[in-house]
């Protein structure tokens, strides 16, 4: 697991891999070094398939368009918008690279790599692979996604991540650890309240990038809980309940994220990558 802010490098090198296949659903693509590379690979005859959102929230211009007009002279080049799977936004952020695959809470943008805290998981488990290769490719082909297409180490909005979600604070016994743009769903909001007052204060933590949003917020509700970060820029979406299960994702938790977009997310129980976040998260 790598996180943000810091160079590119290790990302670059992962999409490097790609050989024959390059699938991947994304919100936004900005980055021009990425961009380069995309072409350098098009150019090496790997297959490129992209899903990506083509009406973004306050959009000043369309890069979708954009990023299909850059790449529209490639024979090996398809990009589609979202618009067959009967989302309100595609959110997810997961690339298919070959045999392996990358789940992050990132756009692909220059902040995603300067400014912000941003985690990124590279594996090769083929299960997984297989899961996220069939999501891919039911979303291109105006197909239902069923539940017996989720690995059991995925979630995926809005099929059935609200209510896992819900039953992972509601069933914390010992801790929840939040780093997230913003809470504001208010089912969310009533499940933590509720947990704060049965666990100890401290051992619910939360960090929130310091938002007109968050302090408000923080000002109403908890304030010994939230902690407000100036810098980096938080745009992580990650949680980890009983210091046991670590959730990597692409949801803000808000109503929208969870019952209208397309999002992904990922199970994580290994103590490495566990010690890893938490190590992360205590640089305030």
Not at 16 to 35: G, S, V
Not at 55 to 72: A, G, M
Not at 110 to 129: L, Q
Not at 186 to 196: D, S
Request: proline share 2%; charged share 25%; glycine share 2%.
């Amino acid at each position: 697991m790598y996180s943000s802010p810091r160079d590119m490098w290790f990302f670059l090198d992962i999409i490097w891999q790609a050989q024959k296949n390059l699938y991947l659903e994304i919100y936004e693509f900005t980055e021009q070094t990425i961009r380069d590379l995309f072409d350098t690979l098009l150019q090496n005859w790997v297959e490129i398939k992209i899903i990506m959102e083509d009406q973004k929230y306050s959009q000043f211009k369309n890069t979708f368009r954009e990023v299909r007009d850059l790449f529209s002279g490639y024979d090996n080049f398809d990009i589609k918008n979202d618009r067959q799977m009967k989302t309100n936004y595609v959110h997810a952020k997961f690339f298919l690279i070959d045999t392996g695959f990358l789940i992050q809470t990132s756009n692909m943008t220059k902040s995603a790599f300067t400014t912000n805290r941003e985690y990124f998981f590279y594996s090769e488990h083929s299960g997984i692979w297989h899961s996220l290769y069939t999501i891919f490719d039911k979303d291109r082909n105006w197909e239902t996604i069923k539940t017996q297409d989720i690995h059991p180490n995925l979630l995926v909005c809005p099929i059935n991540c609200r209510s896992v979600l819900e039953y992972l604070i509601e069933s914390a016994e010992e801790s929840i650890i939040i780093e997230n743009q913003y809470i504001e769903d208010p089912k969310l909001l009533e499940l933590i309240e509720e947990k704060i007052e049965i666990l100890d204060k401290w051992a619910i933590k939360i960090n929130l990038p310091d938002t007109e949003l968050n302090q408000e917020l923080q000002n109403k509700r908890w304030k010994s809980i939230i902690s407000l970060i100036k810098k980096p820029y938080i745009h992580s979406k990650m949680m980890l309940i009983d210091n046991q299960i670590l959730y990597l994702w692409s949801i803000n938790f808000s109503t929208n994220s969870m019952d209208n977009n397309r999002e992904i997310w990922i199970l994580l129980t290994d103590p490495i990558l566990i010690k890893q976040f938490l190590s992360v998260f205590a640089k305030k």
